[in-house]
């Protein structure tokens, strides 16, 4: 069964930090492409970053650009999320997602797999 499950979240002060870790399991996630994205309430689910299978190509949503990173360890069949200077508008679930083509995508539907999520508040 293909499981993609998401630690790290919690509560932070706002210019506080935390790093958010997925994990997969099932399959070989090392050629994916793979995602974070997020979802406040009553809003829809937006992109966060994305990278590719070897990590040499990463993209960014404008308002996290500077202060989130991405990266893998396909060791590890894990991708992390960096968030540093984390502002209140932050607050969200944070979902990880996994593409079976190695390039990186910012849309959600180019992604098959998707994990549950992690709940990330950032108060002021």
């Known amino acids: 069964q293909v499981q993609l499950v998401e630690s790290g979240g919690g509560l932070v002060q706002a210019g506080g930090s935390l790093r958010l870790a997925c994990v997969a399991s099932?399959?070989?996630?090392?050629?994916?492409?793979m995602g974070w994205f997020r979802q406040a309430p009553g809003k829809e689910r937006q992109f966060v970053a994305t990278?590719?299978?070897?990590?040499?190509?990463?993209s960014y949503a404008d308002s996290v650009k500077g202060r989130f990173t991405i990266s893998r360890d396909n060791a590890k069949n894990t991708v992390y999320l960096q968030m540093n200077s984390l502002k209140p508008e932050d607050t969200a679930v944070y979902f990880c997602?996994?593409?079976?083509?190695?390039?990186?995508?910012?849309?959600?539907?180019?992604?098959?797999?998707w994990g549950q999520g992690t709940q990330v508040t950032v108060s002021s």
């Open positions: 990278i590719n299978w070897n990590g040499v190509s990463t």
């Open positions: 099932g399959r070989t996630f090392s050629g994916d492409g």
């Open positions: 997602a996994a593409r079976p083509i190695g390039v990186a995508s910012t849309k959600s539907i180019a992604y098959e797999y």
